[in-house]
């Protein structure tokens, strides 16, 4: 029933940001180079991305919006390998439930430069189907009144407004550096707010360099780069033996996995930058995540280096996706690792990381 489902959505998007996130995820994987999010009233009255991905298909319009349609996925063992941010068709579904209104606007490739705007009503299903209407390749999708048909959480949202546009920036800027993991394919983003009342300001805006160090630079100025090292590991982990059990390995064959830490930090020196932990971006894998054992074991190692402040840190783990079980907690955010425990033990920022760490 829909109050069901209305339940069931509120698990998959949670805030403003995880809204934003399933939407620049969606064109990321529609393999867009250019993505423009488009926040009016700090996200209160709408939230619209735009990217320059495949489009949607008309044969897809009917079930882009339903529950459990997703295009990404081809069976179920393809869950362990899983390449795209999104394969379990909630995203759209839940934000058809959860907001005002949500219309997409898409074009394909056969049929740019006209495109199709469709409307969808609370349950994911196609409300009308416009004319057609001039759009180049990609998708618009366009988020009206998020949790309006959820009082508590409208208020909420309401109340905490800027904060929550704060956050949802943050995570922006994470993906905005997604680069140094997924080499040789930069993306343009834009970031925008409209405020009721004032005017239009960029919050964000990459060129669509493939490459960390451009991205920081336009992201908060070429100062922000000064001091900043490359990080570049490599490490044995052993494999659990539950692992081992669940995989029907035996441990004599068990090579263990090859486990590499790409990305940026700022050196420990004294005044190393104004960066804060809102400036620390973790990624398995190139996505972006929160391993909150791995930040805080960062930053107690700096301190005993005598940091004043923390350091800016731009980490992507690289393992093999058949290591970990990625977006197992609905947000996605959570990711669990076989062997976490061995991992972590392997981890060791060069000299600085001395301790073991606890992923997750
Ligand atoms: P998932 O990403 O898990 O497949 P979603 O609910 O996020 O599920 O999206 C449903 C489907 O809608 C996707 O599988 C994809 O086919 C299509 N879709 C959504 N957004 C876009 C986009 N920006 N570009 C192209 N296709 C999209
Ligand atoms: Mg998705």
Redesign the pocket.
């Known amino acids: 029933s829909h109050s069901v489902h209305k339940i069931t959505s509120g698990q998959v998007v949670i805030d403003l940001q995880t809204a934003v996130k399933?939407l620049v995820?969606?064109?990321l994987?529609?393999g867009a180079t250019s993505i423009e999010v488009r926040f009016k009233d700090y996200g209160l009255k709408s939230v619209e991305v735009i990217?320059n991905?495949?489009?949607?298909a008309p044969e897809?319009y009917d079930s882009?919006g339903l529950k459990h349609?997703?295009?990404?996925l081809a069976s179920f063992e393809d869950l362990s390998t899983v390449l795209t941010f999104?394969?379990?068709?909630?995203?759209?579904?839940s934000l058809c439930a959860l907001s005002e209104a949500v219309t997409v606007t898409t074009a394909t490739a056969s049929e740019a430069p006209m495109g199709t705007i469709l409307e969808l009503d609370r349950n994911g299903r196609v409300k009308s189907r416009s004319e057609k209407t001039a759009r180049q390749r990609g998708?618009t999708?366009a988020i009206t009144g998020l949790f309006r048909p959820l009082p508590v959480r409208r208020k909420e949202l309401e109340r905490n407004a800027k904060r929550e546009f704060g956050k949802a920036l943050n995570l922006l800027s994470a993906y905005a550096l997604v680069p140094c993991a997924k080499e040789n394919k930069g993306v343009r983003l834009t970031v925008s707010n409209q405020p009721e009342v004032g005017r239009k300001t960029v919050q964000l805006r990459t060129d669509g360099t493939p490459s960390t160090r451009a991205s920081i630079s336009s992201l908060w100025g070429p100062r922000s780069l000064e001091n900043l090292v490359d990080l570049d590991l490599c490490f044995q982990v052993q494999t659990e033996k539950s692992v081992l059990k669940r995989r029907t390995i035996t441990e004599g064959e068990d090579s263990g996995t090859q486990v590499r830490v790409r990305g940026l930090v700022s050196k420990f020196a004294v005044g190393c930058g104004r960066a804060a932990t809102d400036r620390q971006f973790f990624y398995i894998n190139g996505r972006p995540c929160n391993p909150s054992k791995v930040q805080k074991a960062f930053n107690e190692v700096y301190r005993t280096f005598n940091a004043t402040q923390s350091p800016f840190i731009v980490a992507d783990f690289i393992l093999p996706t058949n290591t970990c079980d990625i977006n197992v907690s609905p947000d996605k955010r959570t990711i669990f690792l076989h062997s976490e425990n061995n991992l972590v033990a392997g981890l060791k920022v060069s000299c600085i990381l001395r301790s073991i760490l606890h992923l997750i």
């Open positions: 399933e995820e969606n064109s994987d529609a990217d991905g495949s489009g949607i897809d882009v349609h997703t295009s990404k999104g394969f379990r068709g909630e995203a759209l579904s998708t999708v």
